[in-house]
Each structure stands twice: as structure tokens, then as C-alpha cells.
Nanobody, 118 residues
Framework: VQLVESGGGLVQAGDSLRLSCVAS????????MNWYRQAPGKAREFVAG???????ANFADSVKGRFTISRDNVNTLYLEMNSLKPEDTAVYYC?????????????WGQGTQVTVSS
């Protein structure tokens, strides 16, 4: 599975941005797709995720009510980010999870930079 993110950029506080993640390869194996982010000097953290087979999405408390996650019928995952804050500045990564029995495989994109100025 290959994941390629796009849509990052430099925006001002209060602006909106939409990130995209195009998945290719054996995407049928994925059980869930997620967005993570990593700010300078900090650990990578979960932002939002959704199961590929249907079900509710989950969000980090810090983005609830501002970010939405969606997936089209092909192989693209989106992260709609509204009311952006400077603390949302980070590299955003697309993640795909495949569970094969008791083994969990994680796939990562290369990341896309989001910078929010105050």
C-alpha cells in the first residue's frame, strides 16, 4: 500500500484547509485509515481516523468540532480542517492500518506541511 498526501500549505489562523491522501496498491487490505500529525520537537499524534468498512470516525479532543474526515468511493481520504489555530501547525501524515490475524501493519505517507500563522 502506498499513500500520498497533498493539500498542505501556509494559512492564517481561522482559515480552512483540506488535505487529501491517495491510496494505491492493495488498499482492500486496509481496515482503517487515519490522519496523524507531528509538530517540531513533539511526538507524532493521532488526529482523526475512520474504519474502511463503515463505522464512526474518531477525533482527537484538540480537533473535535473543527476537523472532519471523509473517504470517497475510490481510494482517497480527506481531512477538512476549519478554524485553524497556530497550534495546528505540523506535518500531517496519512496512515493505513491492516490487521492480518494478530499482526498489525501500518503504512505511512511522506507527510504534508501545514503552517498556521497567528
Amino acid at each position: 500500500v502506498q499513500l500520498v498526501e497533498s493539500g498542505g500549505g501556509l494559512v492564517q489562523a481561522g482559515d480552512s484547509l483540506r488535505l487529501s491522501c491517495v491510496a494505491s496498491g492493495s488498499t482492500f487490505r486496509l481496515n482503517a485509515m487515519n490522519w496523524y500529525r507531528q509538530a517540531p520537537g513533539k511526538a507524532r499524534e493521532f488526529v482523526a481516523g475512520m474504519p474502511t468498512g463503515g463505522g464512526s470516525a474518531n477525533f482527537a479532543d484538540s480537533v473535535k468540532g473543527r476537523f472532519t474526515i471523509s473517504r470517497d468511493n475510490v481510494n482517497t481520504l480527506y481531512l477538512e480542517m476549519n478554524s485553524l489555530k497556530p497550534e495546528d501547525t505540523a506535518v500531517y501524515y496519512c496512515n493505513g492500518l491492516e490487521q492480518d490475524g494478530t499482526v498489525l501493519y501500518a503504512y505511512w505517507g511522506q507527510g504534508t506541511q501545514v503552517t498556521v500563522s497567528s
